[in-house]
Protein backbone atom coordinates (compact mmCIF):
# COMPACT_ATOMS: atom_id res chain seq x y z
CA UNK A 1 0.00 0.00 0.00
CA UNK A 2 1.08 3.71 -0.48
CA UNK A 3 -0.41 6.94 -0.22
CA UNK A 4 -1.59 8.59 -3.21
CA UNK A 5 -1.82 12.81 -3.48
CA UNK A 6 -4.49 13.84 -6.13
CA UNK A 7 -4.54 17.34 -8.27
CA UNK A 8 -6.55 18.92 -5.62
CA UNK A 9 -4.23 18.17 -3.15
CA UNK A 10 -6.16 15.57 -1.27
CA UNK A 11 -4.74 12.19 0.35
CA UNK A 12 -5.92 8.89 -0.40
CA UNK A 13 -4.28 5.44 0.89
CA UNK A 14 -4.01 3.12 -2.32
CA UNK A 15 -2.76 -0.16 -3.12
CA UNK A 16 0.27 -0.89 -5.82
CA UNK A 17 -1.55 -3.88 -8.07
CA UNK A 18 0.82 -5.47 -10.92
CA UNK A 19 -1.21 -6.28 -13.71
CA UNK A 20 0.64 -8.46 -16.39
CA UNK A 21 -0.73 -8.56 -20.02
CA UNK A 22 -3.34 -11.50 -20.40
CA UNK A 23 -3.99 -13.76 -23.61
CA UNK A 24 -6.90 -14.64 -24.81
CA UNK A 25 -7.33 -18.58 -25.06
CA UNK A 26 -10.32 -18.90 -26.24
CA UNK A 27 -13.94 -16.69 -26.84
CA UNK A 28 -17.52 -18.41 -26.62
CA UNK A 29 -20.48 -17.69 -27.90
CA UNK A 30 -24.10 -17.93 -26.53
CA UNK A 31 -24.68 -19.46 -30.29
CA UNK A 32 -21.95 -22.34 -30.06
CA UNK A 33 -21.42 -22.73 -26.42
CA UNK A 34 -24.64 -21.70 -25.02
CA UNK A 35 -23.37 -18.26 -23.27
CA UNK A 36 -20.81 -15.37 -23.76
CA UNK A 37 -17.54 -15.22 -21.84
CA UNK A 38 -13.66 -15.40 -22.96
CA UNK A 39 -10.93 -17.16 -21.90
CA UNK A 40 -7.49 -15.80 -20.67
CA UNK A 41 -4.21 -16.84 -19.84
CA UNK A 42 -1.33 -14.95 -17.69
CA UNK A 43 2.08 -15.58 -16.90
CA UNK A 44 4.23 -17.61 -18.28
CA UNK A 45 5.85 -21.30 -16.59
CA UNK A 46 7.81 -24.87 -17.77
CA UNK A 47 5.91 -26.84 -20.21
CA UNK A 48 6.33 -29.72 -17.49
CA UNK A 49 4.31 -28.38 -14.95
CA UNK A 50 1.05 -28.04 -17.12
CA UNK A 51 -0.58 -31.18 -18.43
CA UNK A 52 -0.84 -32.09 -22.55
CA UNK A 53 -4.89 -31.24 -22.26
CA UNK A 54 -4.21 -27.96 -20.54
CA UNK A 55 -1.25 -27.45 -23.53
CA UNK A 56 -3.24 -28.32 -26.22
CA UNK A 57 -6.52 -26.39 -25.28
CA UNK A 58 -4.07 -22.91 -24.90
CA UNK A 59 -2.16 -23.83 -28.09
CA UNK A 60 1.00 -24.98 -26.53
CA UNK A 61 1.51 -22.10 -24.10
CA UNK A 62 1.97 -23.30 -20.34
CA UNK A 63 0.28 -20.29 -18.59
CA UNK A 64 0.73 -19.75 -15.08
CA UNK A 65 -3.33 -18.60 -14.33
CA UNK A 66 -6.01 -19.65 -16.81
CA UNK A 67 -9.27 -17.91 -15.87
CA UNK A 68 -13.02 -17.61 -17.34
CA UNK A 69 -15.02 -14.44 -17.56
CA UNK A 70 -18.84 -14.20 -18.27
CA UNK A 71 -18.34 -10.86 -20.63
CA UNK A 72 -19.31 -10.86 -24.15
CA UNK A 73 -16.25 -10.89 -26.43
CA UNK A 74 -17.07 -8.45 -28.59
CA UNK A 75 -14.50 -8.14 -31.40
CA UNK A 76 -11.93 -10.30 -29.30
CA UNK A 77 -10.53 -12.97 -31.13
CA UNK A 78 -8.05 -15.93 -29.83
CA UNK A 79 -4.26 -14.92 -28.94
CA UNK A 80 -5.12 -11.00 -28.78
CA UNK A 81 -3.45 -9.20 -25.51
CA UNK A 82 -5.24 -7.48 -22.76
CA UNK A 83 -2.99 -5.04 -21.22
CA UNK A 84 -4.18 -2.70 -18.18
CA UNK A 85 -4.51 0.20 -20.45
CA UNK A 86 -8.60 -1.33 -20.80
CA UNK A 87 -8.99 0.94 -17.34
CA UNK A 88 -9.03 4.49 -16.94
CA UNK A 89 -8.59 6.80 -13.84
CA UNK A 90 -11.62 7.33 -12.36
CA UNK A 91 -13.57 3.72 -13.48
CA UNK A 92 -15.02 2.00 -10.87
CA UNK A 93 -14.56 -1.51 -10.53
CA UNK A 94 -15.42 -4.51 -8.68
CA UNK A 95 -11.86 -6.38 -7.01
CA UNK A 96 -11.84 -9.85 -5.90
CA UNK A 97 -8.89 -12.10 -4.02
CA UNK A 98 -8.51 -14.50 -1.69
CA UNK A 99 -8.11 -13.34 1.95
CA UNK A 100 -5.14 -13.98 4.45
CA UNK A 101 -5.36 -17.31 5.85
CA UNK A 102 -5.27 -16.94 10.08
CA UNK A 103 -5.44 -20.39 11.09
CA UNK A 104 -7.93 -21.86 13.63
CA UNK A 105 -9.04 -19.21 15.76
CA UNK A 106 -11.28 -18.66 18.72
CA UNK A 107 -14.71 -17.07 18.91
CA UNK A 108 -13.52 -13.56 20.09
CA UNK A 109 -11.31 -13.23 17.11
CA UNK A 110 -13.64 -14.74 14.45
CA UNK A 111 -16.87 -14.00 15.32
CA UNK A 112 -16.40 -10.90 17.88
CA UNK A 113 -17.53 -12.29 20.59
CA UNK A 114 -17.16 -10.76 23.96
CA UNK A 115 -15.66 -12.59 26.76
CA UNK A 116 -16.92 -13.47 30.23
CA UNK A 117 -16.38 -11.30 33.09
CA UNK A 118 -13.10 -10.57 34.81
CA UNK A 119 -14.74 -10.81 38.41
CA UNK A 120 -16.72 -12.94 40.92
CA UNK A 121 -14.34 -15.92 40.46
CA UNK A 122 -14.35 -16.45 36.92
CA UNK A 123 -10.97 -17.24 36.61
CA UNK A 124 -9.78 -19.35 33.14
CA UNK A 125 -13.36 -18.03 30.84
CA UNK A 126 -12.08 -14.94 29.70
CA UNK A 127 -12.40 -15.70 25.69
CA UNK A 128 -14.85 -18.74 26.42
CA UNK A 129 -17.66 -19.19 23.62
CA UNK A 130 -20.36 -19.99 27.20
CA UNK A 131 -22.97 -21.73 26.93
CA UNK A 132 -23.36 -23.89 22.95
CA UNK A 133 -26.50 -26.13 23.67
CA UNK A 134 -30.26 -26.30 24.03
CA UNK A 135 -31.40 -28.02 27.02
CA UNK A 136 -34.37 -29.81 25.23
CA UNK A 137 -32.84 -31.37 22.04
CA UNK A 138 -29.89 -32.11 23.45
CA UNK A 139 -27.68 -31.02 21.05
CA UNK A 140 -25.45 -28.43 19.08
CA UNK A 141 -27.43 -26.49 16.41
CA UNK A 142 -25.68 -26.57 13.16
CA UNK A 143 -24.19 -23.14 12.21
CA UNK A 144 -23.77 -22.69 16.01
CA UNK A 145 -21.02 -19.80 15.89
CA UNK A 146 -18.24 -21.79 17.03
CA UNK A 147 -14.09 -21.72 17.04
CA UNK A 148 -12.42 -22.58 13.70
CA UNK A 149 -10.29 -22.39 10.63
CA UNK A 150 -10.53 -18.57 9.71
CA UNK A 151 -9.61 -16.56 6.80
CA UNK A 152 -8.47 -17.80 2.99
CA UNK A 153 -11.91 -16.82 1.73
CA UNK A 154 -13.19 -15.40 -1.19
CA UNK A 155 -13.75 -11.35 -0.79
CA UNK A 156 -15.14 -9.26 -3.29
CA UNK A 157 -14.73 -5.39 -2.46
CA UNK A 158 -17.79 -3.24 -4.77
CA UNK A 159 -17.12 0.35 -5.59
CA UNK A 160 -13.48 0.54 -6.01
CA UNK A 161 -12.52 3.29 -7.67
CA UNK A 162 -8.90 3.64 -9.58
CA UNK A 163 -6.81 6.22 -8.88
CA UNK A 164 -4.60 5.74 -11.64
CA UNK A 165 -2.78 3.69 -14.61
CA UNK A 166 0.55 2.84 -15.45
CA UNK A 167 0.29 0.84 -18.92
CA UNK A 168 3.95 1.41 -19.35
CA UNK A 169 5.23 -0.67 -16.25
CA UNK A 170 1.69 -2.85 -15.88
CA UNK A 171 0.67 -1.13 -12.86
CA UNK A 172 -2.70 -0.01 -11.12
CA UNK A 173 -3.58 2.30 -8.44
CA UNK A 174 -6.92 1.46 -6.42
CA UNK A 175 -8.07 3.28 -3.63
CA UNK A 176 -8.41 1.74 0.10
CA UNK A 177 -7.04 -2.02 1.28
CA UNK A 178 -7.15 -5.08 -1.24
CA UNK A 179 -7.90 -8.65 0.50
CA UNK A 180 -4.82 -11.02 0.81
CA UNK A 181 -1.26 -10.87 1.32
CA UNK A 182 1.48 -10.13 -1.32
CA UNK A 183 1.50 -12.24 -4.80
CA UNK A 184 -2.42 -13.05 -4.17
CA UNK A 185 -4.00 -13.23 -7.86
CA UNK A 186 -6.65 -10.23 -7.86
CA UNK A 187 -9.56 -10.14 -10.62
CA UNK A 188 -10.85 -6.63 -11.49
CA UNK A 189 -14.29 -6.45 -12.86
CA UNK A 190 -15.80 -2.89 -14.72
Not at 41 to 54: N, P, T, W, Y
Not at 99 to 106: E, N, V
Not at 167 to 176: D, P, T
Request: charged share 25%; hydrophobic share 35%; with cysteine.
Amino acid sequence: MTQFFSEDGKVFSATILKAEPMTVISVKTKDKHGYDAIEVGSGLQKKERVSKAVLGHTKGAAFKVVKEFRTPGGDLVSGASIACDIFNPGDVVSVSSISKGKGFQGVVKRHGFKGGWGQHGQKHSAREPGSIGATGPQRVFRGKKMGGRMGSDRVTQKSVTILGVDAENGVILVKGAVAGKRGTLVELRG
